[in-house]
């Protein structure tokens, strides 16, 4: 009997051109690329040969007459859209969003207040600044967007996983991203703020420096889109059924828990599996293991002067500590379904900030509003026309009646004589709503001013909360920013730039700035940092204590002579732990001992330490030595990550030159239960970082 496909390996379902093709999502039968069983041209001809063109004699010159060769060829060479100018990397997933009520004092948005309310949802993840084919473990900021099918119409709530913006203003968008995009001259370095036009810019415009502290600590650079928090960012302004308002930001809580890769391991990836998170997330859903997310709000009162606790709600490089204002979780994302084609679905999907529905307004926070313009401009370019909202992922659930007409890519057959208001010709129709029948009216508002290019005196302060940000994080978390921060200026050219970058992180702490200087070779200057910041613990990562393993991925080193019936058992306990376990031994087959087989998943020549959470090397293998086995299980170790071993798996690990007797070894004598149990509440704790000193001195 042929050995049992393992969970992790299941391939993505196929949509044959030979069958049905999948309908995508819930889209209706117009959608339908293909059917039937014949290869056929665009125009249902059925087909002879795919594989020759049409030839005036076997070695004579190709006939212009040839339809499928032109048609064939006309196609692929059109086959590329323009990628999106950020965010082009990105992967996507279906799913649903379940409110649990809680909303419907702040909002009469139905998909938010009603109880058990569930709407559907496509969403992206995103890095900013790479192209499209760029690696995903780069250190960037992602992006999170959320399109939700609600029964009133799209909603798209396009956030990052960083609370915080660059810039105040969303005039200054164009340079910021000129400035992290590779050089002009030489298109170098790829997805990376580590060249000096970045630091150029971040240094010279100081209000970036809040968001430039996050992007230097651990959540530039997540474990996977299971494990990134999501923020909108700006201040939304949230209407209830009785007309009252209140100023509210959103945040999407990962119920994994946040974690993040460490640097080596990041930069290793991006060449081992540059496709790092698309895989993770896919492979997760795949293998039954959701992504999860709780959405929250922190609901602020919409006072006159949009301050909360001095904190001014309409400037986007400031948060409001959840200590002022907890999260108060309103429902839950659930997202459990893969594309059927990338290009279709996660390529065209078309976010829009101005995608609303009555129950959610927007605020004056200058950077908002700018948006509030580019997202439906960029389509254009990118989709080719306006007609983009009819393609399946972006077409809305609600009934659409619009008297947008024609244009570019128009798929709609609309009926009727009379495409304007007022008609009479159509009765008419279609009318236009009320409030109570649903029709988004804008709150009247008192706008009074003198036309100015300013900002409010508030938008002054770019120091403050970089310094909260920093003083907030744990000792390891801090080293990892220093050491960030270390490495991108250290990568840059200019010595002013440099300098620069240590005069503006003068004024965020002096320790982080001396650390910084002192690796660069630099005097550190001084400055004028906060003295006093209450800390906000919740902008810390490391776990209180262990959380879920769901999605987690961890090795079994096995090979000829191993303890099968160990793996066998491991492999179950891990997999009922939602988590994956993948068989890596020193080359492929299967692994067979009595009647006991398992599929070899990884070899050491097709895998690297990078994909897995934690490496378990089985008994029977004491003796087993390789070079390549020896630096998995050291990188492992470096990026403190749980090792265990059983029987006399502990000798591979002492060859290797691991310290058996250091935090984080799990070891026994069989993958008994209190031995999985330990693995397990290790890898929950998501990293060792009691390891930290150790392997940072070492
Ligand atoms: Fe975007 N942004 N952005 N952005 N953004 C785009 O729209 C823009 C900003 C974000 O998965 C573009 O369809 C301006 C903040 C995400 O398809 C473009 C400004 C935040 C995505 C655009 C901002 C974001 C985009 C490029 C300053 C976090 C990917 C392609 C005023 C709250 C969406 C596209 C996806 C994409 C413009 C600032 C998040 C050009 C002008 C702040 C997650 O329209």
């Not at 254009?380 to 009819?390: E, H, S, Y």
Request: charged letters at 25%.
């Amino acid at each position: 009997m042929p050995p049992k496909r393992q969970r992790d390996q299941a391939a993505p379902k196929p949509t044959s051109p030979t069958g049905k093709t999948e309908l995508l999502g819930t889209i209706g039968e117009d959608s339908r690329a293909q059917a039937g069983e014949f290869l056929t041209t665009a125009q249902g001809v059925r087909l002879p040969d795919t594989d020759h063109s049409l030839k005036a004699g076997r070695r004579g010159p190709t006939l212009l007459e040839d339809f499928h060769l032109r048609e064939k060829i006309t196609h692929f060479d059109h086959e590329r859209i323009p990628e999106r100018v950020v965010h082009a990397r990105g992967a996507a997933a279906h799913g649903t969003f379940v409110a649990n009520g809680r909303a419907a004092s702040v909002t009469k948005a139905p998909f938010l207040a009603e109880k058990g309310r569930e709407t559907p949802v496509f969403t992206r993840f995103s890095t900013v600044l790479g192209s499209r084919g760029s690696a995903d473990t780069v250190r960037d900021t992602r992006g999170f967007a959320v399109k939700f099918y609600t029964a009133e119409g799209n909603v798209d709530l396009v956030g990052n996983n960083i609370p915080v913006f660059f810039i105040q203003d969303g005039i200054k968008f164009p340079d910021i991203i000129h400035a992290g995009k590779p050089h002009p001259d030489r298109e170098i370095p790829q997805a990376q703020t580590a060249h000096d036009t970045f630091w150029d810019f971040v240094t010279l415009h100081t209000e970036a420096t809040h968001h430039v502290l996050w992007a230097m600590s651990d959540r530039a650079i997540p474990r996977s889109y299971r494990t990134m928090e999501g923020f909108g960012v700006h201040t939304f302004r949230l209407v209830n059924a009785d007309g009252e308002t209140a100023l509210v930001k959103f945040h999407w809580k990962p119920v994994a828990g946040v974690h993040s890769l460490v640097w080596e391991e990041a930069q290793i990836t991006a060449g081992a599996d540059p496709d790092f998170h698309r895989r993770d997330m896919a492979d997760g859903i795949e293998a039954g293991a959701p992504l999860e997310y709780d959405l929250g709000i922190q609901v602020m009162p919409d006072t006159e002067d949009e301050t909360f606790e001095g904190i001014d709600l309409l400037d986007p490089t400031k948060i409001v500590p959840e200590e002022l204002a907890p999260v108060q979780i309103i429902g839950r994302l659930t997202l459990d379904r893969n594309p059927t084609n990338y290009f279709a679905e996660t390529e065209q999907v078309a976010f829009h900030t101005g995608n609303l529905v009555p129950g959610i307004d927007v605020t004056n926070d200058p950077l908002m509003q700018a948006r509030l313009f580019s997202y439906l401009d960029t389509q254009l370019t990118r989709l080719g026309g306006p007609n983009f909202t009819q393609l399946p992922v972006n077409r809305p659930h609600a009934p659409v009646n619009d008297m947008l007409r024609d244009g570019m890519h128009q798929t709609a057959i609309h009926q009727g004589q009379a495409p304007y208001l007022p008609n009479s010709v159509d009765q008419g129709l279609p009318r236009v709503a009320t409030e109570e029948e649903g029709a988004y009216v804008h709150r009247p508002r008192h706008i009074e001013g003198e036309a100015v290019r300013a900002n409010p005196v508030s938008f002054d302060d770019h120091f403050s909360q970089a310094t909260l940000f920093y003083r907030s994080l744990s000792k390891v978390e801090q080293v990892h920013v220093v050491e960030a921060f270390t490495f991108e200026l250290g990568k840059c050219y200019e010595q002013a730039i440099k300098e620069r970058a240590l005069s503006v992180l003068a004024n965020v702490d002096e320790d982080l700035c001396v650390a910084v200087a002192a690796g660069l070779g630099l005097p550190a200057p001084k400055g004028k940092p906060a003295a006093e910041v209450v800390p906000s613990p919740a902008l810390s990562q490391i776990p209180p204590g262990p959380g879920p393993i769901t999605g987690r991925v961890i090795g079994i080193f096995a090979g000829p002579g191993a303890d099968l019936g160990g793996v066998e058992k491991l492999a179950g306990a891990i997999e009922a732990a939602g988590a994956i376990a993948r068989v890596i031994a020193p080359t492929g087959g299967v692994i067979a001992k009595g009647k006991t087989t398992r599929i070899v998943e990884r070899t050491l020549l097709t895998t690297r330490s990078v994909e897995f959470d934690a490496v378990v090397v089985a008994a029977g293998l004491g003796a087993f030595r390789d070079i390549k086995l020896t630096i998995l299980l050291q990188e492992a170790f470096r990026h403190c990550k749980t090792i265990a071993a059983w029987g006399d798996g502990d000798q591979v690990l002492t060859a290797a030159g691991i310290d058996t007797t250091a935090p984080g070894i799990v070891l026994g004598d069989k993958p008994v239960k209190t031995f999985t149990a330990d693995l397990i509440k290790s890898v929950g704790l998501h990293r060792v970082w009691e390891r930290a000193e150790l392997v940072m001195s070492s």
